[in-house]
């Protein structure tokens, strides 16, 4: 085999290995976001998982369930889009700031 295709396997299995260490890293780190002035907070994992929501009794009323539904929303699109920002960032200091198709 080529020398210079053993160590491009090498590399890759090496970058492979890196990548597995950080994805599993990710599970554990989190991320938190809130709506309505921290009325709702969530707190998604890098896998992304969400991991816990707080709801303040306060916004909660019976009448307009719409505006919680809201919040609750919000607050979790807020916390998804930062825990991809974080995977990102994080798989962009291994590989760089090359964006590979299929990895993330």
């Given at each position: 085999?080529?020398?210079?295709?053993?160590?491009?396997?090498?590399?890759?299995?090496?970058?492979?290995?890196?990548?597995?260490?950080?994805?599993?890293?990710?599970?554990?780190?989190?991320?938190?976001?809130?709506?309505?002035?921290?009325?709702?907070?969530?707190?998604?994992?890098?896998?992304?998982?969400?991991?816990?929501?707080?709801?303040?009794?306060?916004?909660?009323?019976?009448?307009?369930?719409?505006?919680?539904?809201?919040?609750?929303?919000?607050?979790i699109n807020e916390a998804l889009n930062l825990s991809s920002q974080m995977?990102?960032?994080?798989?962009?200091?291994?590989?760089?700031?090359?964006?590979?198709?299929?990895?993330?």
């Amino acid at each position: 085999m080529n020398p210079n295709i053993k160590e491009m396997m090498r590399q890759a299995q090496m970058l492979q290995n890196k990548m597995t260490k950080i994805q599993e890293e990710l599970k554990e780190r989190t991320v938190e976001a809130s709506a309505g002035g921290g009325m709702v907070k969530v707190v998604v994992s890098g896998r992304p998982e969400i991991k816990s929501i707080e709801i303040d009794k306060e916004v909660v009323d019976p009448d307009d369930i719409e505006m919680l539904q809201d919040l609750i929303m919000a607050a979790i699109n807020e916390a998804l889009n930062l825990s991809s920002q974080m995977t990102e960032q994080e798989m962009a200091k291994l590989t760089g700031g090359l964006k590979i198709p299929g990895i993330f």
